[in-house]
C-alpha cells in the first residue's frame, strides 16, 4: 500500500548536554522546547524550518546559531554562546494530501507507523 503525504521537511535539534533545568514543554515565541536528559534540551521552530536547504537537506550554521539565540533569550539557564547542536534531525512531516481516502471522505485516517498501516479498506467511511 502507497499512502501519499503532503508537508515540507522540519529541524529537530536536540543539544548537548548543559544545565537546563526545563522539567516540561514550553512554548516561547517561534519556538517550541522540550526537556531532554543530562540538562539537553529539544527545540523545534518553523522559522528555522524555513532555512533548510531543500537540496542538500541540510541546515545552514548560521540558522543554528539563530535558533540557539532564540532559545538563550527564552531560558535563562542556557549559554547560547556555549550550547552545542549534539544531534539535528531533519524529517518530512508528513500531513494526508488533499486527495488521500481521509480528506475525501471526511475521516481522519488510521495511524500508520514505519512498519505498518492499516489496509485502506479498514478505514471507517
Known amino acids: 500500500m502507497t499512502v501519499r503525504t503532503e508537508g515540507t521537511p522540519g529541524v529537530t535539534v536536540t543539544t ?3 544545565t537546563s533545568k526545563l522539567a516540561t ?5 517561534g519556538l517550541a522546547v522540550r526537556p531532554d ?3 539537553r534540551v529539544v527545540v523545534r521552530s518553523s522559522a528555522i524550518d524555513a532555512e533548510i536547504d531543500r537540496q542538500t537537506r541540510t541546515l545552514p550554521q548560521p540558522a543554528i546559531r539563530k535558533l ?10 542556557v549559554d547560547p554562546t556555549t550550547v552545542r547542536a549534539e544531534r539535528i534531525q531533519i524529517a518530512h512531516r508528513p500531513y494526508p ?5 481521509s480528506s475525501a471522505s471526511g475521516t481522519a485516517a488510521p ?6 498501516c492499516p489496509p485502506a479498506s479498514l478505514w471507517a467511511p
Open 16 to 18: 548537548s548536554p548543559g
Open 97 to 101: 494530501s488533499t486527495d488521500s481516502p
Open 68 to 77: 540557539f539565540e532564540q532559545l538563550g533569550e527564552g531560558l535563562t539557564d
Open 25 to 29: 514543554l514550553l512554548h516561547l515565541p
Open 111 to 116: 495511524a500508520c507507523t514505519s512498519l505498518s
Open 37 to 39: 536528559a543530562s540538562g
